[in-house]
C-alpha cells in the first residue's frame, strides 16, 4: 500500500487538494492517516474511492446521490437495482436539462440573427440584444430570451439536489 501524499493523490486522481480535503470533510473519503509530520497520506483504497467519487460527479451526480452511491457499494445487501434507478432518475433530469438548452440555443440563434438584421455594427446602446434582454415580461414585449421563464420550467421539471 503506498504512501501517497495529499498532491500525489490528487494528480493520480485527476482531482485537486481542496477538493480532497471537502470531501473528507463532508465523509466522502477517510479522514486520512498522518504522518508524524502532520501530513496526509493515502493509499491504493483512497485511489480507488476518489476515483469513484470523481467520476460520479463528472457525471453530474449531486453529492448525495453520491453519498448513496457510495453506500450502495459498500453493502453487500445492496442492490444493482438501487444503482439503476438511481442514475435511471438522474437520466431524467439531464434530459431536462437538454431540451432547456435546446430552447436556449433557439433564443441564442434568434437574438444573432435580429442583430445580424436590424444592428450589426451599429452603436451599442442601439443593439436589439440589448434592448431585448433590457426587457421585462411585464415591461412591454417579451425579450427572445425569456430567462424568468426558463427558470421557472427547470424548477417545475427537476427538484434541485445538492
Not at 481542496?18 to 491504493?44: F, H, K, M, N, W
Amino acid at each position: 500500500m503506498p504512501n501517497l501524499r495529499i498532491g500525489a493523490l490528487a494528480e493520480r486522481t485527476n482531482t485537486n487538494a481542496p477538493t480532497i480535503r471537502y470531501y473528507e470533510e463532508i465523509g466522502l473519503l477517510r479522514s486520512a492517516d498522518r504522518q508524524s509530520s502532520g501530513q496526509r497520506v493515502y493509499g491504493d483504497e483512497d485511489v480507488k474511492r476518489l476515483t469513484f467519487v470523481r467520476r460520479c460527479r463528472d457525471f453530474g451526480f449531486s453529492i448525495d446521490q453520491v453519498r448513496l452511491l457510495v453506500a450502495l457499494m459498500q453493502d453487500p445487501k445492496s442492490s444493482c437495482m438501487d444503482a439503476r434507478d438511481l442514475a435511471q432518475a438522474h437520466l431524467a433530469v439531464v434530459r431536462a436539462k437538454l431540451v432547456e438548452l435546446k430552447a436556449l440555443e433557439r433564443a441564442m440563434v434568434e437574438f444573432v440573427a435580429s442583430c445580424n438584421e436590424s444592428c450589426a455594427g451599429g452603436a451599442g446602446p442601439d443593439c436589439v440584444i440589448l434592448d431585448d434582454l433590457s426587457k421585462t415580461k411585464d415591461g412591454g414585449k417579451c425579450g427572445a430570451l425569456d430567462v424568468a421563464l426558463i427558470r421557472r420550467q427547470r424548477k417545475k421539471r427537476s427538484p434541485r439536489t445538492a
